[in-house]
């Protein structure tokens, strides 16, 4: 069972709606990413956060996304317009001290309609 | 552009057999590598990491690794139908955010 709890596991939407994913990972933790994957295709990097600020972000990570930490404990990822390409899992990943125990989340799988 | 290539498969082995995954990178700045099982619709749970040259094992396990060659592997022995899953390989540079191949699909056959 993976440490680091998604929620929801599963959010249908509407095209057009914003959505906010959430991840509470174990704390300690110091870096922490979201990864998206599209059925079928690779794990794909969104974005890195470390100390509650964006290290880095890929190409995808577009100014419809953003994440944050709210309380000092769960991380979000928010989508402010979806559109239906963002269809995916959405993962959360962990990477507290070790390089060894680069973990991910449970998943939040994201159906826009 | 870092890529990691593997044959999507599926590779499709008799139970109690070895099963041999294989991978190749392109960034040779890459330093470590990992091996993750994915079963449908689920996260990626890590199995296997290695750094150095060489066989690494776990249990049923081998990640075995070619720098000069940009080469990762990962053999599964005694294959059972609950090993049935896509394997991703992810190699990892200095960013420590990993590149991802598409993943092997394996599927164990009683």
């Known amino acids: 069972e993976p440490e680091v709890t998604q929620t929801p596991s599963h959010q249908v939407t509407q095209m057009g709606q914003e959505v906010i994913l959430r991840c509470v990972p174990i704390?300690?933790?110091?870096?922490f990413y979201w990864y998206r994957q599209i059925l079928g295709q690779k794990v794909e990097f969104l974005v890195s956060?470390?100390?509650?600020?964006?290290?880095?972000k890929s190409e995808i990570f577009d100014d419809q996304f953003s994440v944050e930490r709210p309380d000092g404990s769960n991380f979000t990822l928010k989508i402010r317009s979806t559109k239906l390409e963002d269809s995916a899992m959405y993962f959360c990943?962990?990477?507290?001290?070790?390089?060894?125990?680069?973990?991910f989340g449970s998943g939040t799988r994201l159906t826009v309609v | 552009q870092k890529e990691v290539e593997q044959n999507s498969g599926p590779l499709s082995v008799p139970e109690g057999a070895i099963a041999s995954l294989n991978c190749t990178y392109s960034?040779?700045?890459?330093?470590?590598f990992f091996w993750y099982r994915q079963y449908s619709g689920k996260s990626p749970e890590l199995i296997m990491f290695?750094?150095?040259?060489g066989d690494k094992e776990d249990g049923r396990f081998t990640a075995q690794l070619n720098k000069a060659s940009q080469y990762v592997s990962l053999l599964i022995r005694d294959s059972q139908p609950s090993d049935s899953a896509t394997y991703l390989c992810?190699?990892?540079?200095?960013?420590?955010?990993?590149?991802f191949g598409r993943g092997t699909s394996l599927i164990v056959h009683p």
């Open positions: 704390s300690n933790h110091l870096y």
């Open positions: 956060f470390y100390n509650n600020e964006i290290s880095e």
């Open positions: 990943a962990r990477f507290p001290r070790q390089v060894r125990d680069y973990t």
């Open positions: 960034d040779r700045g890459s330093q470590s």
């Open positions: 992810a190699a990892l540079g200095g960013s420590y955010i990993p590149t």
């Open positions: 290695i750094y150095s040259n």
